[in-house]
């Protein structure tokens, strides 16, 4: 807590300029020449699972396909989103379907129901790159584990950067690295960092 992980992401995100150094992708300076069309187009492809998931007091359907005018939204997608994100038996049995309104900030909703209506509204969005800030801290490890494997298993996998505390949650990633103290103290394979 309070190492410097969630202002990694920001700066990741481009939500905060880094105050030295470069911030590239691909070799591309973002905060080069053209700086505000790269950051644009840079955002385009994230989908963000922030450890505070906002939901506004409209339908799953709205809150999954967040920011979408509700003419526009597609269905199949948010039931195919949901069921990855393995809410939608909930919402088809408990709340009476995608029409449901969840309440001011989902006061209807756990905090579990709320986290995956968040993990489902990142993956509607189909971006190249997730990044998920202790999205699954709410869930039980069985449902955790069903929403990771979803992910992995998607056809066009994003790269993924994953925050969390529990080693268990990062035991399928391809690297981890350690932060403390705004500071990376060790990083590799996870055989090596979990251990």
């Not at 105050?19 to 053209?34: A, E, F, M, P, V």
């Amino acid at each position: 807590t309070g190492s410097g992980k969630s202002t990694l992401v920001d700066l990741i995100m481009c939500l905060i300029k880094p105050n030295k150094g470069i911030l590239s992708i691909d070799g591309i300076n973002l905060y080069g020449k053209y700086s505000k069309d790269k950051i644009q187009s840079w955002r385009n492809n994230i989908s963000h699972i922030p450890q505070n998931i906002f939901l506004r007091d409209a339908t799953i359907s709205e809150n999954i396909a967040f920011g979408i005018p509700k003419n526009l939204i597609k269905q199949n997608r948010v039931k195919e989103v949901a069921n990855l994100a393995q809410i939608n038996v909930f919402i088809e049995k408990n709340l009476g379907g995608y029409d449901q309104l969840v309440g001011e900030k989902g006061i209807k909703l756990s905090g579990g129901q709320i986290q995956r209506i968040g993990i489902a509204r990142a993956l509607y969005k189909e971006s190249s790159l997730l990044i998920m800030d202790e999205a699954t801290s709410a869930l039980d490890v069985k449902t955790e584990k069903k929403i990771i494997d979803s992910i992995l298993n998607l056809e066009n996998k994003p790269t993924i950067i994953m925050i969390a505390h529990r080693y268990d949650t990062l035991q399928n990633c391809d690297r981890i690295i350690k932060i403390k103290n705004g500071k990376i103290i060790k990083e590799g394979l996870p055989r090596d960092i979990i251990n």
